[in-house]
């Protein structure tokens, strides 16, 4: 077994993928100057081939047992669903644990394709529950659909289904407690997430809230007990008091969980980013071998070099807001 221990001796099961760095929506805080380019991808993006031997040779030979499959938006990807099915049947005779994280916007159509590939987990963004805003957030006008693909994968019993949402002071701070009562009402996992610095938004000091300051607004609300989450859980989880469904925060910035990381990511393009802060000069692009001929020992040695270089806690947040980095979207999140 290769497995990916990086330098501080921290183990890598979790590998999350970028599918292609387009999306159909332009959120303020991640694809906000990108044209909208749906139905295709990038030329330097890896084939399903590729991400399939990739996903193999992880799974099979490196002790990863988790993938989330993300992008820009996964489901504008040509061919997603022959690409779900080939997945599918992989995990069928090497089960491991397999999640989505999408806009919502064309989730409903692939639920099923979703269901029957094994899927256990499902991520959806929604940064707001009012349509005006929504679509100021987002660039489009689909709320309501969204909310309508929660309603149909709630229905198709995945294990895990969970509303990712950055908060933006100014912009859907005030929401937060809206938030909590979704929650409750659908009995569903919302995840605040604190708002991140990239080379392409808008971030400063004003428009960040930290983790601390949103679960003082709800609490004016809503009693929330601590819930004991799974030593790599991103996040810290409450119970809403009395009602279902559970709150978490995800802290990047005022708290980060560098310690426990077992995180790797490929991005679109086919670039190893043994953290979501790398440089470039910390990655290590495998496209390259994967089209050149290159041995498993080979890609085993480039991903080893990529967590050599992995720090032990990442920069902080003004020092990431600076250039140089890759954009959300081809990372994936
Ligand atoms: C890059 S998106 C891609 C997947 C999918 N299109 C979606 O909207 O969820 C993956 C996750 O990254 C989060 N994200 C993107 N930019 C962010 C930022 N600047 N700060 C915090 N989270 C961010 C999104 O909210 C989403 O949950």
Not at 33 to 56: A, H, M, Q, Y
Request: overall charge positive.
């Amino acid at each position: 077994m290769n497995e990916l221990i990086d330098r501080h001796g921290r183990t890598h099961t979790y590998l999350r993928i970028s599918l292609t760095d387009h999306c159909n929506l332009h959120c303020l805080y991640c694809n906000p100057l990108l044209p909208n380019t749906v139905g295709s991808r990038r030329k330097d993006s890896l084939s399903f081939d590729e991400v399939l031997r990739l996903i193999r040779f992880f799974i099979l030979e490196c002790g990863v047992t988790k993938i989330r499959l993300t992008g820009g938006e996964l489901f504008v990807r040509k061919g997603i669903t022959g690409f779900l099915k080939t997945l599918g049947e992989f995990k069928r005779d090497h089960p491991f644990m397999l999640g989505v994280t999408t806009n919502g916007t064309l989730l409903r159509q692939h639920c099923a394709v979703l269901k029957s590939s094994g899927v256990d987990a499902v991520n959806i963004s929604v940064d707001s529950l009012r349509e005006d805003r929504y679509e100021k957030i987002t660039g489009q006008d689909g709320l309501k659909e969204v909310l309508e693909a929660i309603s149909v994968v709630q229905s198709a019993e995945f294990e895990s289904i969970k509303i990712n949402t950055v908060v933006m002071r100014g912009v859907n701070d005030d929401e937060l407690a809206e938030f909590a009562a979704f929650a409750a009402e659908k009995n569903l996992h919302v995840r605040f997430i604190e708002y991140m610095p990239f080379p392409n938004n808008a971030w400063d000091r004003q428009s960040f809230m930290s983790w601390r300051d949103m679960k003082r607004r709800i609490q004016e609300k809503y009693e929330l007990i601590p819930k004991i989450s799974d030593v790599h859980a991103v996040g810290k989880e409450y119970l809403i008091g009395g009602q279902k469904g559970i709150i978490g925060f995800i802290t990047p910035v005022s708290e980060h969980f560098c310690g426990s990381c077992n995180r790797l990511r490929l991005t679109a393009s086919g670039r190893i980013k043994a953290c979501l802060f790398s440089l470039p000069e910390q990655e290590f692009d495998v496209a390259p071998l994967l089209r050149g001929g290159g041995t498993e020992k080979e890609i085993h040695a480039g991903i080893l070099a990529a967590l050599g270089m992995k720090w032990k806690v990442h920069p902080p947040a003004e020092q990431l807001a600076a250039g140089g980095r890759s954009t959300m979207t081809g990372i994936g999140g």
